[in-house]
């Protein structure tokens, strides 16, 4: 993707295979078309009518051009900017003049007109949306230190290594399974998160990571596993699902002295991934929660911004309290490639 | 060395408290590694602070190396109401990473350890540990303040060798008598020693003073009487709680403060 390998300091044509992408051009040019309007006539409902009669002009050129840019994402990609940027002005205007070739019987308006408006609107778009993927691209630098720090709960590494030190002399093959297992994990942690990775890798990262959590706390953690229908092939920015399991066991499991359920199901239905993780929930206050974690959204906002960065509009991420369960359910779409 | 009869006489009796089974079974191997230099024997071990209250009483362990993140009730919190016993163990603590906590230490001089634990250190520890002994309770509920560890979930009773827990939550009034205060629940009374000016500040959020000698639930407060005068008192107004039959006078100069609890009541 794109949005994700750029250079965050250079210009960048944005993704015209992102929904958010599309629906802002959408949405821009519509309203330019609806500015225009008014700017003719100043009369309210008149600038209505005007502006009715002249979508005959705007939305032809405008789904086509977004069409043929969706078909083109990847030769853009390569182009370099200014480059790219007059062939996305030039295909607007080629295609608002012909439109304007074949509705000349129901809508008489002069082919310069038409020109400077194709211009004017693919221009102020491409404007816009440059600034607006600039505007989250020192995010995006940022995004890997966050990451970073949003993930390693030093409480985690600490406890971890504590519990391989006590394996060391009673079950040492087990002590070097933990290692490589810990080893795998900050391995994770410490790459460069600006890659999509796949499905399989992140989940063999939580396999290691739950292995590590089963030695620390042993019975009180209780897993299940439902991943029979996950697309293994499917693409997603990492450590999405590693610090929601994290914050499962951590608030579910750790704070109760009973047994923890903690479930994590894959899927998919159609062209959308989904990830649902459910822990129990112990609401503060009661008897015997005397060290309820305050919550704590670091975690699941830095999940969030992520999957925004990644996907936009296209990617889901939604909490709640079912009963006595936590839900975090996150919905991605389902895209294929090298990682 | 000393012959293995008097060793085991002597030795000091350590009761481990951690939820996670590979870190007793770790601190019991270091305890092991270490004998040469502190006799010890395990007094006894516990996965929550629950289980602690409730064994450690009879076990006669000397000194608790307490975990402090533990679910149930964590480590600050058991060490206040331990702190009571006649007996009361001395207390090392023992974190893997909790940043708050080692500064109220340190700025309390009580002692604690990081995990993994180092066999050095925890056998300077329990040297130390033996000679100072239990540590008070004022400093151990200074300690708390400093590690902005979280208002307790239970009052503690302490008869000699038994520590009977009453939830905060369940408290309807606490009501000051000459030395002890009176917590008052649906189910009976108990009686603690500890100054009502500081149970306000640890629970401000919880009870609201409604007289000089008098804290009460925000949750249990159902309205306002008034109370007309007589002969004895003045005219006043009581408070009316659920969960127990008695009113409890409101005095005045507490009145406009608690007249705000019940927003919704019109008095």
């Known amino acids: ?339 | 060395m000393s012959a293995p009869a008097e060793e085991a006489r002597d030795a000091l009796r350590v009761f481990i408290a951690d939820d996670e089974a590979p870190a007793r079974a770790r601190l019991k191997e270091v305890l092991a590694d270490i004998r040469g230099e502190v006799a010890v024997s395990v007094a006894g071990e516990a996965a929550n602070g629950l289980e602690v209250i409730e064994r450690l009483p009879a076990s006669g362990a000397e000194v608790l190396l307490l975990d402090i993140q533990m679910p149930g009730m964590g480590g600050i919190e058991l060490a206040r109401h331990l702190g009571g016993l006649e007996n009361a163990p001395a207390i090392v603590f023992v974190t893997a990473h909790d940043r708050h906590a080692v500064e109220a230490f340190e700025l309390n001089a009580l002692d604690y350890l990081m995990k993994p634990v180092r066999a050095e250190r925890l056998a300077a520890a329990l040297k130390k540990a033996r000679r100072a002994g239990p540590v008070p309770r004022a400093r151990l509920a200074q300690a708390a303040k400093a590690a902005q560890a979280p208002a307790r979930e239970f009052f503690s009773v302490t008869e000699r060798h038994r520590i009977q827990l009453v939830p905060v939550a369940d408290v309807v009034y606490l009501k000051a008598e000459l030395k002890y205060v009176t917590l008052r629940t649906p189910a009976g009374e108990h009686l603690i020693e500890e100054p009502l000016v500081e149970i306000e500040r640890e629970f401000a959020d919880r009870f609201v003073r409604v007289h000089r000698n008098c804290l009460v639930a925000r949750a249990a407060i159902r309205g306002f009487e008034r109370v007309a005068g007589g002969a004895e008192e003045e005219p006043h107004w009581s408070v009316v709680l659920e969960g127990v039959a008695e009113r409890l006078p409101v005095s005045r100069r507490q009145w406009p403060a608690v007249k705000g609890v019940l927003p919704e009541s019109k008095p």
């Open chain 1, 1 to 339: 993707m794109l949005s994700i390998r750029q250079n965050p300091h250079s210009n960048a044509l944005p993704d015209f295979r992102n929904f958010g992408v599309v629906a802002r051009a959408l949405v821009g040019v519509n309203l330019l078309g609806l500015a225009a309007a008014l700017a003719q006539e100043p009369d309210g409902g008149r600038a209505l009518d005007a502006f009715v009669h002249s979508t005959v002009l705007i939305e032809p050129p405008l789904i086509t051009s977004l069409a043929l840019l969706y078909a083109a994402a990847p030769l853009l990609r390569r182009m370099p900017y200014w480059p790219a940027c007059l062939l996305v002005v030039a295909l607007a205007m080629a295609l608002a003049a012909a439109t304007q070739a074949a509705v000349s019987a129901i809508a008489d308006v002069s082919l310069a007109r038409v020109l400077i408006f194709a211009a004017a609107g693919a221009a102020l778009v491409l404007a816009y949306l440059t600034l607006h993927l600039r505007a989250y691209s020192p995010a995006l630098a940022e995004a890997r230190l966050q990451a970073l720090q949003a993930r390693i709960r030093p409480h985690f590494l600490f406890n971890s290594l504590n519990a391989v030190l006590a394996l060391v002399r009673s079950d040492p093959r087990r002590a070097e399974r933990t290692l490589e297992d810990l080893a795998d994990l900050f391995r994770a942690l410490m790459s460069d998160n600006r890659k999509l990775v796949r499905l399989a890798d992140e989940i063999s990262l939580i396999e290691r990571y739950a292995a590590i959590e089963q030695l620390r706390l042993g019975d009180r953690l209780r897993m299940s596993w439902d991943l029979d229908q996950a697309p293994v092939d499917a693409l997603l920015p990492p450590l999405i699902l590693q610090p929601l399991l994290e914050n499962a066991v951590y608030h579910g499991v750790e704070p109760a002295t009973g047994i923890g359920d903690v479930l994590v199901r894959i899927g998919h239905s159609g062209d959308r991934v989904r990830i649902h993780i459910e822990n129990p929930w112990h609401a503060a206050g009661g008897a015997g929660t005397a060290s309820v974690r305050a919550g704590n959204h670091m975690a699941l906002d830095n999940i969030r911004e992520r999957l925004m960065l990644f996907f936009d509009a296209e990617a889901a991420l939604q909490t709640r309290v079912d009963g006595a369960r936590y839900c975090v359910d996150i919905e991605i779409p389902y895209r294929t490639g090298p990682a």
